[in-house]
């Protein structure tokens, strides 16, 4: 688009949208802002989304100019679609966090019931933007959310852009039979699209039969789009019809072809300045070049792939690139580069892992955060009401007590003493709301010391084990490592493996109970069996440092939830073996009386009584050294203590220095055996 025809564009859009502001500020009622104020607030945002594609500087000017305005004269929705251009030109820019908590704080200064379309488009940006970062399972939520939204509203251009964004979520996911689905659907619903319309359906079928391996149904229609008149379509959607094109001629073996496409796609996506978009073009021709062993063409499409990515900052698109220029770089013979080019492979997918994981837990502790915020604001909103209804109710006194002068003193006093008990209820309930508030607060920072000890352990217990693992692998298939070397390595390495397993398994059983709706499923088993199943798995471990372990009582039923008795008891025949002296012997009690209680007791080294109660306190993480050196997170303890509160029990310890400990819970017997 020229910038002549743009700014015709602009014009019109501006002519027609005064004309609309300008008939409903005739009947507007007061809100807080007058009809002036909204006018100039939504011709900055007509101004600034003009922009959209053609200057981000100048999108970001008129957009902040429009936030300040509206912010002053309390103008919501001019605020939002402002904030939302905003949080735009920063998902241009790659600033993905800024952006996010831009969107959250409007959401809390929004009013659910009265601001729904404004919730709506709030929450397809958070999709959007969490989506364009690369983290397509976030962003999900937040669209299916706002579509559900636009649907009740019959907003038909907000549902079509929720849509589309859905089935490229679903895309991005290797979904291709969701994302069909999806498109299919719009197509269904709009029997007369518009030229942006079109190019979605058109492309985007392209993409999901491609991804579905039907190659010759995305050739066709690939090819229909590319046959439709200009004026027809969104000339964009030509660079990523082309690309998808020039997959279909790789796996046709037309090279020719292929090249030919991919070139295509490129110089479109130049002509927009679409950068990122080049990634995967400039990538299909280096692999492309690689199996012609074509290595200049190759290396030099890898690295233009690669220079891309990084400027963009988006990370999936590093891994890609970085992939492809290994290959081109091994098939060459430059092992040395190959070997760096690795490393910063390895960087960039640790960095991936760590993103979305920190994305995922970011968004949850911004949702949580803005929960608790909102709770927040709702609490001083009420405290606000209370004082006001106070205010009113002294006011209403004063009026009755001048009108009612010539009363009688008695019921002078009466009303007195009723403003004085409204007074101690208003006092009461405020106080009431500041514990309340009090709670929260405690509440959202043991929840921080948990998160922070939980990334602590991921960042530490795990990461260190499996790098090794990896080097040891790395060495094996590179030849480096001698048979000798082996010998000495292995065994540490098989027992740092075993540790980090039950790290793992601990990390994430503890983690999906924590989870909202996780349901107990409480069910009648037998103990005695589960025990025995449990000393089996450990078999290894208890051979491992020549540990006996006997087990006393009979077969006996109880009613508990068996997944997390198992964990627990898992965790503790562990905790066991790791202090129990090799050549010692663990034993197991199964009692019954009105309950069923279970011991589990070693004569390993022992604890103080100060240990025992550190131990038991739920607030804390600790682990110690085990016999033979053997490390831990302190994670098991603290999931026993957890799972067996769910369960209707307590961990009890008892222990002596050098003579052994035993950790003990007792549970609900069955009603019947079954």
């Known amino acids: 688009m020229s910038l002549k025809k743009a700014a015709d564009f602009f014009l019109l859009f501006v002519l027609l949208f005064f004309t609309q502001r300008i008939a409903l500020a005739q009947s507007q009622e007061n809100n807080g802002y007058s009809a002036d104020d909204a006018i100039l607030v939504d011709s900055l945002n007509a101004r600034a989304l003009a922009f959209r594609y053609l200057d981000l500087d100048s999108l970001s000017f008129f957009a902040k100019k429009s936030y300040k305005l509206a912010e002053k004269n309390n103008y919501i929705s001019g605020k939002v679609i402002a904030a939302r251009l905003i949080a735009v030109e ?25 601001y729904i379309r404004e ?85 985007n079928y392209g993409y999901c039969y491609y991804g579905l391996e039907k190659y010759d149904s995305a050739k066709l229609v690939l090819n229909e789009f590319f046959s439709m008149p200009k004026d027809s379509i969104d000339e964009r959607g ?56 074509n290595y200049t063409n190759a290396i030099r499409n890898a690295n233009d792939a690669y220079r891309i990515a990084l400027e963009s900052g988006i990370l999936p698109f590093q891994k890609t690139s970085l992939e492809t220029r290994y290959q081109i770089l091994k098939a060459q013979g430059k092992f040395e580069e190959a070997l760096r080019v690795i490393e910063d492979y390895k960087s960039v997918s640790d960095s ?37 209804q106070e205010i009113l109710s002294q006011q209403q006194l004063t009026i009755q007590i001048a009108i009612v002068v010539i009363l009688s003193i008695i019921i002078l006093l009466v009303v007195i003493y009723r403003g004085y008990s409204v007074k101690l ?39 260190s084990p499996l790098s090794s693992l990896n080097g040891l692998l790395y060495m094996i298939k590179n030849k480096i490592a001698k048979k000798e070397d082996l010998e000495t390595i292995l065994p540490k390495l098989i027992d740092n493996f075993d540790t980090t397993s039950n790290l793992l398994n601990n990390l994430l059983n503890w983690t999906q109970s ?14 005695h069996q589960v025990i025995l199943e449990v000393v089996d798995n450990a078999k290894f471990r208890l051979d491992d440092k020549d540990i006996t372990c006997h087990i006393d009582g009979e077969s006996v039923w109880v009613h508990a939830e068996k997944n997390m008795i198992e964990i627990v008891s898992q965790n503790l025949i562990a905790n066991a073996i790791k202090f129990s002296e090799p050549g010692s012997s663990i034993n197991i ?32 993480f600790s682990s110690t050294m085990g016999t033979k050196n053997e490390r831990g997170s302190g994670l098991g303890l ?35 055996e079954k």
């Open 90 to 114: 920063l998902m241009y820019n790659v600033q993905f966090s800024e952006g996010i908590d831009l969107l959250f704080k409007e959401k809390l200064d929004l009013d659910t019931v009265n």
């Open 119 to 203: 919730n709506a488009i709030i929450d397809y940006n958070l999709g959007l933007i969490y989506s364009a970062s690369g983290n397509y399972k976030a962003g999900l939520p937040y669209l299916n959310k706002s579509l559900a939204r636009f649907r009740d509203l019959q907003d038909e251009d907000n549902l079509f852009q929720c849509l589309n964004n859905i089935g490229v979520c679903y895309i991005r996911l290797n979904e291709f039979d969701k994302a069909l689905e999806i498109f299919k659907e719009i197509d269904r619903k709009y029997t007369e699209p518009s030229a942006g319309l079109i190019t979605t359906l058109m492309v």
């Open 238 to 293: 030509y660079g990523f019809a082309h690309f998808k094109l020039g997959e279909v001629y790789v796996k046709e073996n037309n090279p020719k072809e292929a090249i030919k496409s991919f070139e295509s796609s490129i110089a479109i996506f130049d002509k927009f300045k679409t950068h990122p978009d080049k990634v995967e073009a400039y990538n299909g021709l280096a692999e492309l070049y690689l199996s012609q062993r």
């Open 352 to 388: 991936l892992v760590e993103t979305q994981q920190s994305a995922e837990m970011g968004r949850i502790t911004a949702q949580y955060e803005f929960n608790q915020q909102r709770t927040r604001l709702l609490l001083i909103q009420k405290q606000t009401e209370l004082e006001n």
């Open 425 to 463: 209820k208003n006092n009461r309930l405020l106080q009431e709301k500041n514990t309340e508030i009090e709670r929260q607060r405690d509440k959202l920072d043991n929840t921080n010391k948990v998160k922070n000890k939980l990334l602590s352990i991921i960042g530490h217990d795990l990461k």
């Open 514 to 527: 924590q989870m909202e709706g996780y349901t107990l499923e409480f069910t009648s088993f037998d103990i």
């Open 589 to 620: 009690k199964i009692e019954v009386s009105n309950e069923v209680c279970l011991s589990f007791s070693d004569s390993g080294v022992g604890l103080s009584q100060e240990r025992i109660d550190y131990l038991l306190d739920t607030s804390n």
């Open 638 to 672: 603290t999931i026993c203590k957890d799972f067996l509160k769910k369960n209707n029990s307590q961990l009890s310890i008892s222990s002596k220095l050098n003579a052994g400990s035993t950790f003990s819970f007792c549970l609900n017997p069955a009603t019947t």
